[in-house]
Each structure stands twice: as C-alpha cells, then as structure tokens.
C-alpha cells in the first residue's frame, strides 16, 4: 500500500482532473460565472471530502471511477459553501485557500451567483452516478440534498450566525458543528459506500465515523484559528475570536478541545470495525486529520 501522503496527492490529482472535464470552460458563455466557478473550485484545498467519498467506496470493495461523480459533487457542494460563507453578510472574509476570496475578486453580486451555480452543478454531476442493486440517482440525490438543505449544512450556517456575540454551551456549539461541519463530511462516506452497494448495517457504520470525524475535525479547526498564523492556514487566523464566535477553546478551553479531538477521533475509528482491513485507508486519514497543522 502507498504511503498515505503520496496515495492524497494522487487521489486530488484524480478529483481535479475529474472537476475539470465536468464544470463548464472559462470560454464558455457567460464566461464571468464560469471563471468565477472555477477560480473558487481550483484554489486549491486538501479535497479531504471527495478523497473521504474515494476511500469509502474502496472499503466497502467497490471502484473508485464509480464514485468519482458524488466525489466531485461534495466538493463543489463544499465550495458553494465557502463562497457563500466568505460573504459580507456572512462570515465577511477576505482570504481563503490562500488567495482573496470570491467577492473581493468578482464582487459581491457574483460571489452569490457564483455560490448558486456551483450548488446547482452539484446535483447535475452526481445524477450521474452509476446504480447499484441497493442505490439509485434518486438516492444519490437524496442524500445529498438532505445535507444542503435547511436541516443541515444552511441549518448549520444559520446557527453559527445566531451565535455570533454569544457565549454558547459545549451542546449548542455541538449543534452547530454536527450540521455544518459533520453533516458533509458524513455525506461524502456514505455517497462513496453507496456507490459500491453497501449494506445497510455497513451504511450506518459509514455514517458513525464521518459523524465522529466531522466533529473532530471541526474541534482541530478551532484549536489551530487560534495556534497557527494566517499563511499557515491559507485563510484570517483569530477570525472567529475577532467577530466573538464560540468555539470550543473559548467554551472548553484548549487542552480540554485536544483531548476532546483525539476521545472523537477513537469513537470514529471504533465504528470501522466491520470493514476490518479494509477500512486502512479511513484509518489513515482519521490519524492524519487529527495531528494536521492546517
């Protein structure tokens, strides 16, 4: 097995060249929303939910160019998300993924555009995805859908706005996370498993983890908004202090939030058990999320 590093680089490779074909060209009319499309999709990015969607349907013994349309799909979801959230009326933010962020770049008006597409181009891409006996583009659909809408990833959004300027408990902050952060990440698994005719039992598996490891992960992303420097993280450090939003040092404190990390990262490395081997990939990534410096 490929060491996990060069194994990322080379599922990214796989996810952009794929992004590429699927979103329409800059030349292609109007062009502004097209070169907006793109300029925000390959800002670079780690791909963690696309490569999360890959290795699941690997550890439930199905192919990975199967998986590639709901894999792109996350992604783009993903990234409609960040637009959106960069926004004045949001999180009003200037960098991300290193560079300026869409607004600054195309302004404002275009920015929501921009946001509006890529959400709609998701469920375009991943109504392609090929049926198993189990799963059909309706349940692909679904599934995804469910995540974005209003009891989830906007959910989620529309929570963490509210909590602005508050002081939040450890429940209210989980709340927030379970449906911005988690949501998605959870998605990506079990669109990835879906794809290779996954059992339910192994479905509820899939969902455990990237519940656990979505949570995990969010509780890293606040530790290091406070340990590390904007150029590290490719986006405003000390943000979420600036503008007095909960996090869980600022709720817990920070030795409390890594143990907090690692207690999530055991209990989603627990729910992989019925995949025994198979599940090295995840394993991997769960260990390599946790210890991330950005």
């Known amino acids: 097995?490929?060491?996990?590093?060069?194994?990322?680089?080379?599922?990214?490779?796989?996810?952009?060249?794929?992004l590429r074909r699927q979103l329409p060209r800059e030349n292609v009319r109007p062009v502004t929303i097209h070169k907006a499309m793109r300029y925000s999709i390959f800002a670079g990015g780690k791909r963690l939910r696309p490569i999360l969607c890959l290795a699941a349907a690997e550890a439930c013994g199905g192919l990975v160019e199967n998986a590639?349309?709901?894999?792109?799909?996350?992604?783009?979801?993903?990234?409609?998300?960040?637009?959106?959230?960069?926004?004045?009326c949001m999180d009003d933010d200037d960098l991300r993924r290193g560079r300026p962020t869409s607004h600054k770049v195309y302004g404002e008006g275009v920015a929501v555009l921009c946001g509006d597409a890529l959400l709609t181009e998701a469920f375009t891409i991943?109504?392609?995805?090929?049926?198993?006996?189990?799963?059909?583009?309706?349940?692909?659909?679904?599934?995804?859908?469910?995540?974005?809408?209003?009891?989830?990833?906007?959910?989620?959004?529309?929570l963490d706005l509210e909590g602005e300027g508050k002081s939040l408990t450890k429940k209210q902050l989980i709340q927030i996370h379970e449906a911005k952060t988690a949501a998605l990440l959870t998605s990506s698994l079990k669109l990835g498993g879906m794809t290779a005719n996954v059992t339910p039992k192994k479905l509820e598996a899939l969902e455990t983890f990237g519940y656990n490891l979505g949570l995990a992960f969010q509780v890293i992303d606040d530790i290091l908004d406070v340990t590390q420097t904007t150029e590290q993280l490719g986006k405003t450090a000390g943000k979420d202090e600036a503008v007095e939003k909960s996090t869980y040092p600022s709720v817990i404190g920070l030795e409390a939030s890594k143990a907090e990390a690692a207690r999530l990262t055991k209990k989603a490395l627990g729910a992989l058990k019925p995949f025994g081997k198979n599940a090295a990939r995840l394993e991997e990534i769960a260990h390599h999320m946790l210890d991330r410096e950005y």
């Open 126 to 158: 991943i109504a392609q995805t090929p049926a198993t006996k189990r799963y059909t583009a309706r349940e692909y659909v679904s599934e995804l859908a469910n995540t974005g809408g209003s009891r989830k990833l906007i959910g989620g959004q529309i």
């Open 1 to 18: 097995m490929r060491d996990l590093k060069s194994w990322l680089k080379a599922q990214q490779k796989l996810v952009d060249a794929e």
């Open 68 to 88: 590639l349309a709901p894999a792109c799909a996350v992604e783009i979801m993903h990234t409609y998300s960040l637009v959106h959230d960069d926004l004045p």
